[in-house]
């Protein structure tokens, strides 16, 4: 106290530092607030569960935990466990504050991570002095890890640089620039970090990979003993000068073979490998030693393949550079040589992701240069205090603000898997009329009420089945808003731990309105596309629309549904013709309400609409959903439809054909009685006509297209 009150006589701002005081008596966290809010700031928890939920959001402002064992909810030790699975024990130190002294709950909280225990009844100055010392001994601890952590990373760039230098003065001998070498580093650590996820018969593992890329910098090191004149030559080379190009693999391997006293150095010989095999082709026919299949080392294979990538897709003097789609298409069919077969799997599973990539790569390289040199300035300078940690844990929290600056400012969470607890942003949980901390959401409100049950079930799975590689899941869900029904948009990314492999954590994510009719109309370009009435598409923009999804997809299932209003004459003879209007509208802005983004809706004329729609298999097929929707009351006229439906499947993906079987399936409803809907059936005797139309549809669209 005497030193605080000093420092603030003196002007000093004092930060004090948090300490989480976690027991479910109340007496306890006030003996223990006493003894040290003096000096320090005291939080509190109940129970092990309310501290989770703090050390969730507040983490990195905690300096210490003291913690009790039995504890309501959740006792120490499984708060312990949960601490161990987040890594929190590597930011927060804990000490145990317990009065059973037992030598097997002493030794179980050791085990699980404490870092000193005190027993009860408290002494002063016992608890000031085991905290003190505590915090001391972790802060001496993380500085020196910081110091071993700079000392590697500071290693590893100075490593980098030389190697990067080195090769572009090579690139620069052959009139390229040195971006290659950046792809080719950046491809071969994603091909490398696919290839173990799909086996592990090569001997590299994932702490190999960045001694990988670095060599794979040095793959045309040999390039600098082929004379200029050839490495630059426009046009096409003689039979002659091409056997002195092939002679860099070889020469680049002497170079690093004579290297003095190093030649025994991890870097050297996966360099050597590379540089002397990466032309190597796993049929034989590649050079310098015409080696077969996995008798070329797995290094030099995956930079054979990005290097062949990379330099399709480039321009070079002696040629215009290939469009990714071109470059796929040439390698998997063996225009550039043999790979093996694992890796061109690989190449096949990486490639929506490739250009994107190494676009970043591109873009982001003088970035990374200027922000590591400025790191590494205010290091040298003691400005800064860094641990891998915190990178790691600022990088989440930039990935975060990332993804949420990048969608509308609408419902937000974020889901944890462990303890299990759902966190809404203030205005979500204002506008939801729920709590900002859901714990075992699954089964609250949210995932009872909000969603459907086995919808939010679904959502969860979705996600962590996803993978870390594919991260970002979209669906579509029929959600309980303040009362309202409503389809909703879910766009979410999961979180996985860096541990091999990858333990899924939880996800962050948004819930988005898209029944707005803003979002239904925005991709109508003209007035011309629409009714004027009701303000969905007319039959003409449909039928374009829908025959385009069905010439492109041909995997998901669709329905095409046709329907009319059953007695929509009486509305008008009886209510008049604006009435009618109004009923017309009515049906427009349930339909627009009760569908997906990815449906379409169209007015046909009069009272006839259409509706096309994906479903994922027969027992979620929407059309019982939406009959009983339009089934309702207004004004003291009952609405109700008759509808005829058509599903498109391998044989009929045109839009004519569709047409006419959902128009026939509605004829059948009409004259059995309405107020029905009925699929259409090929069995039936009165659509035989319709089967002989659809079957000259399908030929004369198959013979239009073999023109």
Sequence with gaps: MKEKKQMEKEGLNVVRQKILVVDDSEMNRSLLSDMLSGKYEILEAE??????????????????????????????????????????????????????????????????????????????????????NTLMLFDKQKELENIVVEQIQKRENDNSLMIEILSNIVESRNGESGVHILH??????????????????????????????NASSLHDIGKIAIPTRILNKPGRLTDEEFEIIKTHSAEGAKLLKEIPLRENEPLVKMGYEICRWHHERYDGRGYPDGLVGDEIPISAQVVALADVYN??????????????????????????????????ECLEELSDTLEKELEICSEQTTTKIEIVQAIEQQLEKGDMD???????????????????????????????????????????????????????????????????????????????????????????????????????????RSIWSEAEPGEFLGAIGKITDVQREIEKFNDLKTVSERDSLTGLLNHKTARGKISDILSKDKELNYILILFDLDGFKQANDCYGHLFGDEVLKTVAATLVEGTRRTDIIAR?????????????????????????????????????????????????????????????????VKKSGKHAFR?????????????????DDEESTEGGAEK
Excluded at 99 to 113: C, F, H, P
Excluded at 429 to 444: F, G, S
Aim: charged residues 30%; glycine residues 4%.
């Design 311 to 344: 330099a399709l897709r480039q321009e070079r003097v002696y040629k215009k550079g290939y469009s990714h789609k071109k470059t796929m298409e040439m390698i998997l069919g063996g225009e550039c040589g043999a790979f093996n077969p694992i890796l061109l």
């Design 604 to 668: 046909m004329g009069g009272d006839e609409y259409l509706l096309f729609m994906p479903y994922k298999d027969r027992s979620k097929m929407p059309v019982k959903r939406v009959f009983r929707m339009l089934d309702k009351d207004y004004k003291g006229f009952h609405i109700s439809v008759s509808m005829g439906v058509a599903r498109a499947k391998d044989c009929n993906r045109n839009y004519d054909a569709l047409f006419h079987m959902a128009d026939a399936a509605l004829y059948q």
């Design 47 to 132: 129970n092990g569960l309310e501290a989770s939920v703090i050390l969730q959001n507040r983490e990195q402002e905690i300096a210490l935990m003291l913690l009790d064992i039995v504890m309501p909810v959740m006792d120490g030790f499984e708060l312990l466990a949960v601490m161990n699975k987040n890594e929190w024990l590597k930011s927060v130190p804990v000490i145990i504050i317990s009065s059973e002294t037992t030598s097997s709950y002493v030794d179980r909280a050791y085990d699980l991570g404490a870092h000193d225990y005190i027993n009860r009844p408290f002494d002063e100055c016992i608890v000031q002095r085991r905290v003190s």
């Design 679 to 695: 699929f259409y059936d090929e069995s039936d005797e009165t659509t035989k006509s319709v089967l002989s139309l659809v079957k």
């Design 386 to 492: 860094v641990s891998e940690r915190t990178i790691q844990l600022l990088e989440r929290e930039r990935m975060k603000y990332r993804f949420f600056a990048n969608i509308s400012h609408e419902i937000q969470f974020e889901y944890t898997k462990a303890p299990e607890m759902l966190t809404l942003s203030e205005w979500s949980a204002d506008y939801l009329a729920l709590p900002e901390v859901i714990m075992n959401p699954r089964e609250d409100v949210f995932g009872t009420e909000i969603f459907q049950k086995e919808d939010f079930s679904e959502l969860l799975q979705e996600l962590e089945d996803k993978g870390r590689e594919d991260s970002i899941f979209e669906g579509d869900y029929l959600l309980t808003i303040n009362g309202r029904q409503r389809w909703n948009r879910v766009i979410a």
């Design 184 to 213: 080719v580093r950046q491809l071969t650590e994603m091909f490398m970090k696919k290839l173990l996820e799909k086996t592990d018969r090569y001997p590299v593992r994932k702490k190999d990979i960045p001694l990988l890329c």
